[in-house]
Nanobody, 124 residues
Framework: QVQLVESGGGLVQPGGSLRLSCAASEFTLGYYGIAWFRQAPGKEREGISCMDASDGSTVYADSVKGRFTISRDTARNMVYLQMDRLRPEDTAVYFC?????????????????WGQGTQVTVSS
């Protein structure tokens, strides 16, 4: 059973930064496409970024492009999401999830392994 654990969320002011971490047990993250999703109250889960396992290529949703950066540390078996220039509309619970690939559009239904999520609140 794939186990993913997110950490690094918190309260930050608009314009600030946070780095989220995704840790895995029982499997090697580098063999999977790892995506970050977020879900705000009353909204659907949104795929915002993914890193492909085969070549490390990355994709980003338009809503975060240029502000968020996904990265992987294979030695530590961790995936990160660096979030800069945060906005109030980035407030959500953030999840990491694993799949064999990064499917186009990052549909949540394609990802079968999820963490519990970490809350990010952007507010002054």
């Amino acid at each position: 059973q794939v186990q993913l654990v997110e950490s690094g969320g918190g309260l930050v002011q608009p314009g600030g930064s946070l780095r989220l971490s995704c840790a895995a047990s029982e499997f090697t993250l580098g063999y999977y496409g790892i995506a970050w999703f977020r879900q705000a109250p009353g909204k659907e889960r949104e795929g915002i970024s993914c890193m492909d396992a085969s070549d490390g290529s990355t994709v980003y949703a338009d809503s975060v492009k240029g502000r968020f950066t996904i990265s992987r540390d294979t030695a530590r078996n961790m995936v990160y999401l660096q979030m800069d220039r945060l906005r109030p509309e980035d407030t959500a619970v953030y999840f990491c999830a694993a799949n064999l690939i990064c499917p186009a559009g990052l549909p949540a239904a394609d990802f079968g392994s999820w963490g519990q999520g970490t809350q990010v609140t952007v507010s002054s």
